[in-house]
T-cell receptor, first 117, second 112 residues
């Protein structure tokens, strides 16, 4: 069973509008971390935002915020005021704490975001 | 501060050839890892290291070797390249295995 699910293969958003990228996860580990990475067409993986499973407040980093709904096991990324440079592939990832000596990140399939001028 | 660097950026190999993908970081991170990215499969962990002299296998280790003689460097060796190893390879590092991982720019490998 997939542990990280991103149901939107591709999305379009108008420049300056907000957009939400969906991510749901599955784990029985009470301690875990959730991450979002951006991969532009140049190929590098850029860290955007992190949310710990015990964090009481939703994480925010500039125009990025993470809508964390623990009971629903969802960790959606919200990008406010979209810019043309936001066009990229976005990956949601999870790291479980138990039995994870390797610190392995489990990635979703990604969502390709296109920002229209 | 260059962060995580990888060389080469692109490589073409013939089946059976061997090569080493280089990874270096200048952030004094203890933890380093190698992932491969295949279309439709996301990134998967190949090998990781929690410090100099300590390495272990990840999810897809077959056909790859690693070593960690210094904190800065973590090379990945392909022993006998196969077409199934055509992929994009990412090196990542962090202060610890429960900290945020920062990725290098990737190496695109094509095995013919």
């Amino acid at each position: 069973a997939q542990k990280i699910t991103q149901t939107q293969p591709g999305m379009f958003v108008q420049e300056k509008e907000a957009v939400t990228l969906d991510c749901t996860y599955d784990t029985s580990d009470p301690s875990y971390g959730l991450f979002w990475y951006k991969q532009p067409s140049s190929g590098e993986m850029i860290f955007l935002i992190y949310q710990g499973s015990y964090d009481q407040q939703n994480a925010t980093e500039g125009r990025y915020s993470l809508n964390f709904q623990k009971a629903r096991k969802s960790a959606n990324l919200v990008i406010s005021a979209s810019q043309l440079g936001d066009s990229a592939m976005y990956f949601c990832a999870m790291r479980e704490a138990l039995y994870n000596q390797g610190g392995k990140l489990i990635f979703g399939q990604g969502t390709e975001l296109s920002v229209k001028p | 501060n260059a962060g995580v660097t990888q060389t080469p950026k692109f490589q073409v190999l013939k089946t059976g050839q061997s090569m080493t993908l280089q990874c270096a970081q200048d952030m004094n991170h203890e933890y380093m890892s190698w992932y491969r990215q295949d279309p439709g499969m996301g990134l998967r962990l190949i090998h990781y290291s929690v410090g100099a002299g300590i390495t272990d296998q990840g999810e897809v280790p077959n056909g790859y070797n690693v070593s960690r003689s210094t904190t800065e460097d973590f090379p990945l060796r392909l022993l006998s390249a196969a077409p199934s190893q055509t992929s994009v390879y990412f090196c990542a590092s962090s202060y610890g295995n429960q900290e945020t991982q920062y990725f290098g720019p990737g190496t695109r490998l094509l095995v013919l």
